[in-house]
């Protein structure tokens, strides 16, 4: 069977599909989207992991979600409601000792790194504020540049100029370098030097002293310019961000069908002309947009040989090995971290002491193994919303790093062992939380590469540094959305400007489409 | 004593032994890592022996791939511009193969071998090219240019030394065809392919038969004024026949450095190659866009006044502006031409267009400087009727 009344297909219901569907629809375009889950979200998603707890099973807190997307999709009015909002930051002591982040406000370090750190925190906002006026554009080709992608160029270039020229030098200067000597450039605390370095490198296969850690840091940082002073908890887990998008979406006019996961591109004459879903079925519309990663797209939706070659060993080039671990547990009480208040328990705690410990912990990652000593990012939704739990009960969602998603001898050997390590290094800061475990589930980048279809278990579908990130992302020949196949695009993560509940890939994508098509 | 440095350092071709015995010059060259002779003795004999009798080239060096398994048709189809569907077992097919693009990586010739089974013989190495066009393919790349050993034997009467050698049957053979018979006990592969735009075959065997296969073919030829040639020689008659060749009229787009230098299919006088209604292949997309929007050199070749050769000429036009140059050039006896292969800029080259091949040329120390006057040659230069023929014929 034949379809071909849609404009425009989406593959993909992930948020930034759901973004590009909600804008290409507001167009005037017929889309559909299709998807291979029975709910709307990717990796923004809710999911019962024991009988009457739910959690985010992707992502778990909402850090750096664009407001401009979130008012033109009137999110709020689609049923996304914010249990808690402008968490702090713990870095956790093991002796009970925290640093408390609250915006840029710090509690248990000197008087001179608390004002180090505000200084620190007021030029980040302004790098933060560079980075999303790029982030908002097609970022510009360097060669054969059309009069759009010169004036991007410039607007950059004027961006950084006007920074002044202190901050314009520094930006330049750690631009390129790694998180672990800006931090020890600026601060003496090793736990607030640790969690400035987890923010650099959370998601990435990368250690503090990796280059390109600080502009992973930065990335993270447009929440601070987008005016949320922390992360912030979902009602409901992030499969209510992912439903309020679909909404938004269908609000708009576009059409979502689960269960619909597709085979491949359909081709004719080199060109993408639809889908063919697993069940068989072709739906055909003129222009095809994916939210996938950009090598199941490239790779195997299309497939190399759809494909030029040089191209293709660029597409099998692109890095995107996950090294960030899931970890979810039912517990049967709030647990209690050692010297912790009550109070913090549902902040976003860190589990990293120094950054010598999460750069140790990465290289086991870097020969096949897991760590020996994992770091983590840690939230207890259900201490802002009991509805994820039964009553008095609660739910922990951590991000572990480092597990690596190529693990020697298998995941299938080494997945209890790695759990139990990870459970030990939580008693350790949390005397007793074993034996509040009713449930306990670790979802390794193989899982969510099965879960969520990203390649390699990444979040961001690819390794988000500078060789793979801005005007290179995710390679040259289709970092403008388009891809070398006429008549599809790449709307996800994988594009510019990259992955964590943002959007900005999804709107982009959609204004591409809409400009080229246009064009034509 | 220790072997010097350059011979450890050269391969061999498995005709060495041969080769070395009648090599008279000593003239010896270095091609794709083997030592092999520039000339045997003199260079227009050779020249004359492929032209009007039978001359014999050592080709080993010249890189062959095998390349097999179930996708290989699909495989080689997306390599190459041409479609290879439509070569059938026991053929051979002239193509070129692109990067992404559009620009030419190499020339060369497709040996399908058998169903599915494909030899790709090239000037320049590319197992790096083939590996990453491997990609999605159930292929297997096989290096085997050691493995076999190859001559081109050319000329009018190679057919008939080649009878006489005892491959009766072989004047059945079409051009761009392939056949095998018996030798020793192994197995001779001939293919009715060459370099030189006249009648001729090139012969494929396993290297051990190497030396036997070059002295049967020697005392077979001994009436046919059979002559060894060496790559000056084989350089003056594939000018003539108007061959281009890597390295003299292109760069190799993998090995190119410079942007913008390489050249594409269109560009090099080869648009008849790219078929464009056989689905994807490497370079599609680029070299529609330079169809749809025309290229920016013309590959021509000339007839120059006069019989100075214009090597590394600049081609003027009427005003006197450079507007290309010459890739290559030779004054060729058989076609009594002073032939030129220029790359020009677009639109130069038209057919009506005046232009002049900028020669400078010395005899003892005294320099001249000759603007010729040059003709657009469309057709072929040099091309016997017997290339075609089948049966061919038996001087």
New interface residues.
Partial sequence: MTNSNYDAIVIGAGHNGLVCASYLAKSGRKVLVVEAAATAGGAAASREFAPGYTVSSGAHLLTQLNPKVASDLALQRHGLKLAASDLKTVALGQDGKHVIFNGANLSGVSAQDQSAYAAFYQQNLKFAKVLNGFFSKRPPTLVDRSLGDTLSLLKLGWDVRTLGKQDMQDLLRVGLINIYDVANEHFDSELLKAAVSMDGVLGSHMGPRSPNTVYGYLYRRLGDFYGMKGPAVVAGGMGTVGAAFAAAAEAAGAEIRYNSAVARVDMDD?RAVGVVLESGETISARTIISNADPKTTL?KLV???????????RV?NFRARGVSAKLHLALDELPRFTGLDTANTGDRLLLAPTMDYIELAFNHAKYGEYSQAPAMEINIPTVHDSSLAPPGKHVLSAIVQYAPYELKGGWDSGHEAFKEIVLDKLEAYAPGIKNLVSTSELSTPRDLEAEFGMTGGHWHHGELSLDQALMMRPMP?ATQYAT?V?GLYLCGAGAHPGGGVMGLAGRNAAREVIRQEKAA | MKKPHDEDMLKYTPFHSRVKAMCQTNDWTLWAGYTTPNSYENIELEYFAARNSTGVFDLTPMTKYRISGPDSE??MN??VTRDVRKLKPGRVGYTVWC??AGMVHDDGTIFHLSEGVYRLCAQERCMD?LQ??A???DVEIIDETEAVAGLAVQGPTSCATLRKMGLEGLQNLKPFGITTFPFNDGELTVSRTGYTGDLGYELWIAPQHAEALWDALFEAGKDYMIRPMGSEALGLVRIEAGFIMAWEDFVPAEQMVRHGRARSPFELGLGWLVDFKK??F????ALLQEQQNGSRYRFVKLDVDGNKPAEHSFILNKAGDVVGHVTSAAWCPTAKSNIALASLEMPWGADDDELFAEIYYTRELHWTRLLSPCKVLNGPIYEPERRRMTPAPNY
Avoid at chain 1, 303 to 313: E, V
Avoid at chain 2, 282 to 285: A, D, L, Q, V
């Fill in positions: 080199c790779g497939g190399y040989p759809q494909l030029d070659a040089g191209f293709s060993r099998h020949g070398p006429d | 699909a495989y997306r390599l990067n992404d090219w990453c066009s990609m999605g393919f689905g994807h490497t370079g599609r997309k």
